[in-house]
């Protein structure tokens, strides 16, 4: 808690030390023959005007520190406005087909969690294995899209001039001693456009990507991106018809030390990735 939290703040705090006025101390007046000496009695209307102003401050303090801590108990009849990441009490999909979610609502939060878990199925380093490249690409594309981009990405994929660049060997194997990181991770969703069947959704993320391991070339670095998905509703689902990639919004780095290639590779292994559905 800050010192302005515990005090109030600002200008209750500065009020209670004193009010900025100057008070003049007059001289005693005699002693009378019984001992201390005599005070002139206070006028009671001004002893009141103090007394009520103290109480008003300390009123205002205490409110100022109730409602930053207390949420406020009015009722409504309006629903509170969700965001995108917000729960919705709406349960979660059950079903998947190759590891990756489906079976959304055909509503915008089901287009939005789609959204966020294909863009974790397409930016994982299963796009570097043939087989579960293709199990991805029929998951997540429509029928009629997959089939030309499964094509475009085995060429991609399977170029050694991409792989050589990347430290990867033949069919996406990472060298030995080495750990490859592949992992997309949506910080946020938005609806960029619903009407019935189709949608377009952003998923803005950050992206682990690199070798873990010592005398990497390609350390695991952090990028930022926002991934625009088209979506279709078919076959009671939604599926990419298309999608497009752009850097950033991307937010200042901390001042954090870089974790060691055997703390990487460990959690790497030992933390899973997350998947998005609401």
Request: glycine residues 12%; without cysteine.
């Amino acid at each position: 808690m800050s010192n302005d939290d515990q005090y109030g703040g600002g200008t209750g705090h500065a009020e209670v030390g004193g009010t900025g006025q100057t008070r003049t101390r007059l001289p005693d007046p005699p002693s009378d023959g019984y001992g201390g000496p005599r005070r002139t009695p206070r006028s009671s209307r001004g002893l009141i005007t103090v007394v009520g102003v103290v109480v008003l401050l300390i009123a205002a303090i205490a409110f100022a520190n109730r409602s930053g801590d207390t949420p406020d108990t009015t009722t409504s009849d309006k629903a509170p406005d969700t965001t995108s990441t917000a729960p919705t009490g709406t349960a979660p999909v059950t079903t998947k087909t190759a590891g990756i979610p489906k079976g959304f609502a055909h509503d915008e939060q089901g287009a939005q969690s789609a959204a966020a878990n294909y863009a974790v199925a397409l930016g994982s380093d299963g796009m570097f294995d043939a087989a579960r490249r293709k199990a991805i690409a029929q998951a997540v594309y429509t029928p009629d899209t997959a089939v030309v981009r499964l094509a475009e990405l085995d060429r991609l994929y399977s170029d050694p001039g991409f792989l050589g660049r990347i430290g990867l060997e033949a069919g996406g194997k990472a060298p030995k001693g080495m750990v490859f990181v592949s992992r997309t991770n949506p910080a946020g969703t938005k609806i960029d456009k619903i009407d019935g069947d189709t949608a377009t959704v952003s998923v803005w993320s950050s992206s682990l990507f690199g070798l873990a391991g010592e005398g990497s070339k390609s350390p695991v670095s952090e990028g930022w991106y926002t991934y625009t998905f088209e979506l279709r509703w078919v076959n009671n689902d939604w599926w990419v018809s298309n999608f497009s990639q752009k850097d950033g919004p991307t937010p200042v780095g901390r001042d954090q030390r870089a974790s060691t290639a055997e703390d990487m590779s460990a959690a790497v292994s030992q933390f899973g990735g997350l998947t998005y559905a609401r």
